[in-house]
């Protein structure tokens, strides 16, 4: 193999690593993007920020907005939020799907937790780069609920 031809091997090589390493870290970005827009949604819950709520989460239909009014009026406490523990059907999913995340926080100045559900969407794949929604927060668990 001729010294040109094999700097053109490792050329194309270095390119292909780069591809691959930009496309991955996309794609695992995207998992910090969820638990950071479902961060939000509980400190605008836990400040009794209904309208914020109302705006983190997309087609919201009526019953999805008297959740929203519950949760904002009834978890409404002081404190940073803390996530204790999170659960998500949509991690590392390479394709568009829906699925329920299971959350558990509680404020800094509280000491018993809230479970949670969010209902988060996925849309496009790996190479076209996927989008995030949220679409609904339940009202709260039984903290030994393990499913949503």
């Known amino acids: 193999m001729t010294r040109r031809r094999r700097r053109l091997w ?23 993007l969820e638990r950071t827009q479902i961060l939000a949604l509980l400190t605008a819950e836990a400040r009794g920020q209904t309208s914020v709520m109302l705006s983190d989460l997309h ?3 009526a019953n999805c907005r008297a959740n929203v009014r519950t949760d904002a009026r009834t978890l409404k406490r002081p ?35 809230v479970v949670q559900c969010v209902t988060v969407q996925r849309k496009g794949n790996v190479v076209s780069g996927l989008t995030l929604t949220l679409l609904r927060v339940s009202l709260p668990l039984h903290p030994t609920t393990a499913d949503c």
């Open 10 to 32: 490792i050329a194309f090589g270095l390119v292909l690593f780069l591809a691959i390493s930009f496309e991955l870290a996309r794609w695992l970005t995207l998992e910090n």
């Open 59 to 61: 087609g919201c239909d």
């Open 79 to 113: 404190g940073a939020v803390l996530i204790l523990a999170y659960n998500s059907a949509t991690a590392y999913s390479l394709s568009s799907t829906t699925g329920l995340t299971r959350v558990a926080w509680k404020s800094t100045r509280r000491l018993l937790p």
